[in-house]
C-alpha cells in the first residue's frame, strides 16, 4: 500500500498545487465577504437601534407625535394619531375614548363642528406636556 503511495505522490502534487492556486483565493474572498457583510449589517442595526433609541428617549415623558386631518366635511369622520414616551396615563380633550400610552395609536373622530382636541400625557411623578390640534369642519 505504502509503494502505491509512494508512486502516485507525484501525480498528487500537480491536483493539490492546482487547488493551493484557484479555489483558495476563492474560498478566502468568499469568507472576507461574508465577515464584511455581517459587519455591516451590525453597522445598520446599531445605527436603527441609535435612531430608536433618539426617537423614543430614555423614559422621559415626551409626547412623540399627535395628528389628524386639517379639515374635513360635516357627518365624515377623521383619524387622529397620538404617540407618547414614558407617559403613564393619556387623554384627549374633549374626550373622545379611553386611551391607553403608546408609541402610535390612532381613532377616529366625529366632529360636527370645528374642534380643538388637545392630547395630556402625564408621568407618574405630575409632570404634564400637552399639544394641541385643531380640525375644521366645513359642508
Given amino acids: 500500500m505504502l509503494s502505491v503511495l509512494r508512486r502516485a505522490a507525484p501525480f498528487l502534487i500537480v491536483p493539490i498545487l ?13 469568507w472576507r465577504y461574508t465577515r464584511n ?3 455591516a449589517t451590525r ?3 446599531a445605527e436603527e437601534a441609535r435612531r430608536t433609541l433618539a426617537i423614543l428617549g430614555d423614559g422621559q415623558l415626551k409626547i412623540l407625535n399627535f395628528y389628524g ?4 366635511r360635516r357627518g365624515e369622520h377623521g383619524t387622529i394619531c397620538y404617540g407618547v414616551d414614558g407617559a403613564k396615563s393619556v ?3 374633549p374626550p373622545v375614548e379611553k386611551l391607553q400610552p ?7 373622530v366625529s ?5 380643538a382636541y388637545k392630547l395630556v ?3 407618574g411623578t405630575g409632570h404634564t406636556v400637552t399639544k394641541e390640534l385643531t380640525i375644521q369642519v366645513g359642508r
Fill in 18 to 30: 492546482v487547488f493551493a492556486i484557484y479555489d483558495v483565493p476563492i474560498f478566502y474572498s468568499r
Fill in 37 to 39: 457583510e455581517e459587519r
Fill in 43 to 45: 453597522a445598520i442595526e
Fill in 69 to 72: 386631518p386639517n379639515a374635513i
Fill in 91 to 93: 387623554r384627549i380633550e
Fill in 102 to 108: 403608546a408609541v402610535a395609536h390612532c381613532l377616529q
Fill in 111 to 115: 366632529p360636527s363642528v370645528t374642534t
Fill in 121 to 123: 400625557a402625564e408621568d
